[in-house]
């Protein structure tokens, strides 16, 4: 009698471990992806900000947050954006330049730098805000890209950007 107790429990778990791999192969099970919320904010009455941050690595290890958002304004106008945000003192962006995005398939975009509409007294050397509503039909949920950021020393600071936060971006723009 134990022992068909045994073989019984012994084919029950048999079978249950079977069913999870198969609703983990479905999808099913699958664990969530770490994904940043995007945040809805209510600047002035009638004036909405939508945005998504989140941090990336540079070529040399050095954290940047990435701040994508959509102001809505009350005349109905929107912008959509990204803000670059190093380290003080780490690096000095060169804000006459153009931010590059690049994606794996070699296409190349290039936002504009409006970070003078920031700060009301000169920029910031480590902060950098582009402008990205020109390119949005351009980016591509599936495809990774990587940004050059160019700096006042020459070199560009690399920053790569998976999929995932080019979908989320495109979540922010389409609020």
């Not at 099970?29 to 989140?54: H, K």
């Not at 941090?55 to 994508?68: E, I, K, M, R």
């Not at 954006?81 to 003080?88: A, C, D, H, S, T």
């Not at 902060?127 to 560009?156: F, W």
């Amino acid at each position: 009698m134990s022992c068909q107790i045994r073989k019984f429990f012994s084919w029950l778990l048999l079978v249950g471990a079977i069913a999870i791999f198969a609703l983990i192969g479905l999808g099913i099970l699958d664990a969530p992806s770490a994904s940043a919320a995007i945040r809805q904010l209510e600047e002035s009455p009638n004036q909405m900000v939508y945005q998504s941050r989140q941090s990336l690595q540079d070529q040399h290890g050095n954290t940047w947050q990435t701040v994508a958002f959509k102001r809505i304004r009350p005349d109905g106008n929107s912008s959509f954006e990204l803000r670059l945000v190093g380290f003080p003192n780490m690096v000095a962006i060169d804000h006459a330049q153009s931010l590059t995005l690049t994606n794996s398939l070699g296409k190349t975009l290039t936002a504009t730098d409006t970070s003078s509409n920031i700060f009301k007294e000169g920029s910031q050397p480590n902060i950098g805000q582009y402008d990205l509503q020109p390119l949005l039909s351009e980016l591509q949920a599936e495809i990774p890209l990587q940004l050059s950021l160019p700096t006042v020393k020459g070199e560009a600071i690399r920053l790569s950007v998976p999929p995932s936060l080019v979908a989320e971006w495109q979540t922010v723009a389409n609020y």
